[in-house]
């Protein structure tokens, strides 16, 4: 419409909106150390968490407790990142990754030279209160790797470099799978065992004094500029902590993605603690064997922790990598099920591989979809709050495991994980997969190809 001025028509102008300059970019070369560098560290506490489950039969004779007690040195790892894991996350808000990190590997080694002074056989609460350092140390790093990946690495390489950061936490157990029951061997001697200890914990008071010397020189809390314009766009907002969570906690897929998530971490973090009680059932002096069998089963994963998390970074394809790991981890448990009673060597390996590809595949993957599904919400809270449910799971699975292996048998207590596994399995099919943060990045990538000259 047009109006009359003194004489003059005035013609409305139209004048178009601001055009919004995309933030300035850039990914550098030192991520690579700082990735390096934070695998180091967690190698050093993960190697800890089934450091006494991987030869339960030799701590219960060298300290005289119970094989219960034994497995409560794993599930104090659980237990404590249920208690801690909201103050943790509260703490990366405020604090950085920087901060986050150097307190954990100060506790970690903290706690690991406390066990040094536990080489006397009444003195098992000592080594458990290390124990227990540890275990809270690890809040501070096993819901770090997405928001490292996040923070240092561009959106073509978040879900390997994600997937990396946990091949150090599994790569730890790994170690602690194949070398302490090498390092520590089922003397009949006590004062031989306690020496193999001392060996043990010395090696890894060093290790863990190392790594934190490490992250305190060259870690560095995040680059000058931001590796992506998604990252960009977050670090611009105001931090928060309470209003995430009331947000994440009214999305569907989330929640949904939060229960299956505990379902599979939770029989995958109970498995590993009574392996070494479940091979010693049908192999005779089977410690070392299960502690092959152990590091079969992670390494299986690391490779395919790795391996998914490329084909998530060319295929995007994350709901059907989730259901198609779900479903072979409930089918190789199955199978693991019945191969120990065959007693074969070779078969239990085979399986317990493939075992561990699905189970220590779906840690990152599950990580990263619930990333996707939940952008803008900052990666370390959004796999803080799936590593807690997981950890309530996992203190749940393993007493419940441990007393139903010991009420019905072994083949049905596995059983009964398998159903668990196919149950999860169903739920991930109805999660839908919204991916919001690559629908971020596409349009980002859009609009600078359109702003191009």
Request: charge should be neutral; glycine fraction near 8%.
């Amino acid at each position: 419409m047009t109006a009359l001025t003194g004489g003059y028509t005035e013609v409305p102008v139209h004048v178009p909106p601001p055009v919004e300059e995309l933030p300035q970019c850039k990914v550098y070369r030192r991520r690579w150390l700082i990735l390096t560098v934070f695998i180091i560290f967690s190698l050093g506490n993960a190697a800890q968490w089934l450091e006494y489950a991987s030869i339960s039969n030799v701590v219960t004779k060298f300290y005289n407790v119970s094989s219960y007690a034994v497995d409560w040195t794993s599930i104090i790892f659980m237990l404590t990142y249920i208690i801690f894991i909201f103050p943790a996350s509260c703490c990366l808000t405020k604090w950085g990754l920087r901060k986050c990190v150097i307190v954990g590997a100060g506790g970690t080694a903290l706690g690991t030279w406390i066990k040094c002074a536990s080489l006397d056989r009444d003195l098992f609460w000592v080594t458990f209160v290390g124990q227990t350092i540890v275990a809270i140390s690890q809040v501070f790093l096993l819901q770090l790797p997405p928001e490292v990946a996040s923070v240092w690495f561009g959106s073509d390489q978040v879900s390997t470099a994600c997937s990396i950061g946990v091949f150090g936490n599994m790569l730890g157990v790994a170690l602690s799978f194949l070398l302490t029951p090498v390092v520590v061997r089922n003397h009949s001697n006590m004062d031989d065992v306690g020496s193999d200890l001392a060996r043990l914990y010395y090696f890894m008071a060093g290790y863990t004094t190392l790594a934190f010397i490490l992250i305190v020189t060259l870690f560095q809390d995040k680059p000058p500029l931001p590796p992506s314009v998604v990252v960009a766009k977050r670090n611009a907002a105001v931090p928060e902590f309470i209003a995430p969570l009331k947000r994440l906690f009214k999305n569907p897929g989330f929640n949904l993605l939060m229960l299956t998530y505990g379902l599979s971490l939770g029989i995958f973090n109970a498995f590993s603690t009574l392996l070494n009680q479940l091979v010693l059932l049908y192999f005779e002096d089977g410690q070392e064997f299960a502690g092959r069998v152990g590091l079969l089963f992670i390494v299986g994963g690391m490779v395919g922790s790795v391996t998914c998390g490329v084909i998530l970074d060319k295929t995007h394809r994350f709901k059907e990598t989730t259901l198609t790991l779900y479903a072979l981890a409930a089918a190789s448990l199955l199978a693991i099920t019945f191969l120990l009673a065959s007693r074969s060597h070779t078969a239990v390996y085979i399986a317990g591989a493939v075992f561990g590809i699905s189970m220590g595949s779906y840690l990152p993957v599950g990580l990263e979809f619930g990333a996707e599904i939940t952008y803008p919400e900052s990666e370390g809270t959004t796999s803080g709050i799936l590593l807690a449910g997981s950890q309530i799971t996992g203190v749940l699975f393993t007493v419940a495991y441990a007393w139903l292996i010991k009420v019905i048998g072994d083949v049905w207590a596995n059983v009964a994980m398998v159903v668990v596994l196919v149950v999860g399995t169903g739920l991930t099919a109805i999660i839908k997969p919204d991916l919001k943060r690559q629908a971020a990045n596409m349009a980002a990538l859009h609009k600078q190809k359109d702003d191009e000259p």
